[in-house]
T-cell receptor, first 113, second 112 residues
Framework: NAGVTQTPKFQVLKTGQSMTLQCAQD?????MSWYRQDPGMGLRLIHY???????DQGEVPNGYNVSRSTTEDFPLRLLSAAPSQTSVYFC????????????FGDGTRLSIL | GQQVMQIPQYQHVQEGEDFTTYCNSS?????IQWYKQRPGGHPVFLIQ?????EVKKQKRLTFQFGEAKKNSSLHITATQTTDVGTYFC????????????FGPGTSLSVIP
């Protein structure tokens, strides 16, 4: 049972480039979410999904896009990378909506030059 | 907007000493969660508290939810080097139960 798998673990981008951070869970969890973690600021919610085909914005959604075509996958897209998006990104899942994140991926450390 | 604060931001303790971190929300929370993140790692879910005044224990860790459901605490008895990490509290946002707001965390260092 792999839990929540994030790829890649590290990435360096140039300003203006786009990329997709992958997140997959094998626990048949309904709720999935993306967070960014910056020093001294805890985790901030970017986007979340309460089920396949349903997504919504979190606290800091600008510059990011998500989709949820299957229960298992919840990719995060950076449309045009900016230095302010340099951060550590975590994907998380929970069995159902209303249950706060219980399983986190190992994170993606992203640097935008 | 809704805020979740934690104090202290940093705490250095001698191994064997006790440690407490406090979490305060600007609004009442329907529930609260605690997480631990080791340096370089990902957050790990520790516990959820739901009831006003609830107290839960996990070995040397004691979690408490305030009567007004606006604050919470995590107390570690006789710290060990394995307790090193950052402890976060989190709860659902008032505007949407599906959105989670995290506190900034308390970083614990344990001196052997």
């Amino acid at each position: 049972n792999a839990g929540v798998t994030q790829t890649p673990k590290f990435q360096v981008l140039k300003t203006g480039q786009s990329m997709t951070l992958q997140c997959a869970q094998d626990m048949n969890h309904e709720y999935m979410s993306w967070y960014r973690q910056d020093p001294g600021m805890g985790l901030r919610l970017i986007h979340y999904s309460v089920g396949a085909g349903i997504t919504d914005q979190g606290e800091v959604p600008n510059g990011y896009n998500v989709s949820r075509s299957t229960t298992e996958d919840f990719p995060l897209r950076l449309l045009s990378a900016a230095p302010s998006q340099t951060s550590v990104y975590f994907c998380a899942s929970s069995p159902h909506r209303g249950a706060q994140p219980q399983h986190f991926g190992d994170g993606t450390r992203l640097s935008i030059l | 907007g809704q805020q979740v604060m934690q104090i202290p931001q940093y705490q250095h303790v001698q191994e064997g000493e006790d440690f407490t971190t406090y979490c305060n929300s600007s609004t009442t929370l329907s529930n609260i969660q605690w997480y631990k993140q080791r340096p370089g790692g990902h957050p790990v879910f520790l516990i959820q508290l739901v009831k006003s005044g609830e107290v839960k224990k996990q070995k040397r860790l004691t979690f408490q939810f305030g009567e007004a459901k606006k604050n919470s605490s995590l107390h570690i008895t006789a710290t060990q080097t394995t307790d090193v990490g950052t402890y976060f509290c989190a709860g659902p946002m008032k505007t949407s139960y599906d959105k989670v707001i995290f506190g900034p965390g308390t970083s614990l260092s344990v001196i052997p």
